[in-house]
């Protein structure tokens, strides 16, 4: 059962860089994981900062899985919505592709 007053959220995103010139270093700059206490019904917003550290314009595309895992340590990455306790439905993604301009 899902405690409705403990809400965590973890946003799996992955990242395909496609640099121009191999320069680009794109990287996150506040962690993945964001944790909140809410009520039933309750909101919140949270961002997760992409910087370039690199000299040239990175492409970053953005989506989201389900994460699960199992005792003897294998995880899986499926669809989104296909594990029982997904949180898809109730996680929304601002942007689903980004260019971050270099340094």
């Not at 496609?18 to 909140?36: D, M, S, Y």
């Not at 919140?44 to 314009?57: A, H, K, V």
């Not at 340590?73 to 592709?97: C, F, M, V």
Request: aromatic share 12%; proline share 7%; net charge positive.
């Amino acid at each position: 059962m899902i405690d409705r007053k403990k809400i965590g959220a973890f946003v799996i995103l992955a990242f395909l860089i496609c640099p121009v010139l191999g320069r680009a270093q794109v990287g996150i700059t506040n962690g993945l994981t964001q944790e909140k206490v809410c009520k039933p019904g309750e909101a919140f917003q949270s961002f997760i900062t992409i910087r370039n550290y690199g000299t040239t314009p990175g492409d970053v595309r953005i989506y989201q899985t389900d994460y699960s895992f199992t005792f003897d340590g294998k995880s899986y990455y499926d669809p989104p919505e296909k594990a029982g306790r997904s949180n898809a439905p109730w996680i929304t993604l601002g942007h689903k592709q980004l260019t971050i301009p270099g340094s």
